[in-house]
T-cell receptor, first 113, second 113 residues
């Protein structure tokens, strides 16, 4: 089984809808991250969490919210989806002692029409 | 503000050739420089990383060269193979409580027969 799983893998939704992307990990890591990937822009950090009670905004947090339900679960919500949130979303985890080594999930391809 | 600049955006190399991807950074507080490799449909995965007190690190056919004074680092793939065809991201991180990754924009490498 994969160490970092994301659900759903693909999602098409309409403008204005609320959507949640979920991430689970079995690596036992404290740190979890949400990124979005856009062609030509690389990976940009949306939110990150160093433990269940420590959640921080990344460089592009506007329009997004997160919830760390447990050490192993970190979800990303789009309260009111808009077309420019169409992107590939990745969850990642890392050990606190080796934060530069991040383990990524397989990604969720989100399309907002 | 893009803190890590990566070039080229795409690269085509013949089998057996050398692939070179370059990155430049601005923030001198960065103290770890990893490279990630991403195959289509997959999340990025750590390939190799270097600290600024080392000018070169080699792992198999992959070498990172680091120039601290120029604030530049590069990935060299020797004897490039079709299986190396992927997107490569350079990144930078700072140790300490704010240890998160800042990614470059990515390079799509295609190795032809």
């Amino acid at each position: 089984d994969a160490d970092v799983t994301q659900t759903p893998r693909n999602r098409i939704t309409k403008t204005g809808k609320r959507i949640m992307l979920e991430c689970s990990q079995t690596k036992g890591h404290d740190r979890m991250y949400w990124y979005r990937q856009d062609p030509g822009l690389g990976l940009r950090l949306i939110y990150y969490s160093f433990d269940v009670k420590d959640i921080n905004k990344g460089e592009i947090s506007d329009g997004y919210s997160v919830s760390r339900q447990a050490q192993a679960k970190f979800s990303l919500s789009l309260e009111s989806a808009i077309p420019n949130q169409t992107a590939l979303y990745f969850c990642a985890t890392s050990d606190k002692t080796v934060s530069y080594e991040q383990y990524f999930g397989p990604g969720t391809r989100l399309t907002v029409t | 503000q893009q803190q890590v600049k990566q070039s080229p955006q795409s690269l085509i190399v013949q089998k057996g050739g050398i692939s070179i991807i370059n990155c430049a950074y601005e923030n001198t507080a960065f103290d770890y420089f990893p490279w990630y490799q991403q195959f289509p449909g997959k999340g990025p995965a750590l390939l190799i990383a270097i600290r600024p007190d080392v000018s070169e690190k080699k792992e198999g056919r992959f070498t990172i060269s680091f120039n601290k004074s120029a604030k530049q680092f590069s990935l060299h793939i020797m004897d490039s193979q079709p299986g190396d065809s992927a997107t490569y991201f350079c990144a930078a991180s700072m140790s300490g409580t704010a240890s998160k990754l800042t990614f470059g924009t990515g390079t799509r490498l295609q190795v032809t027969l």
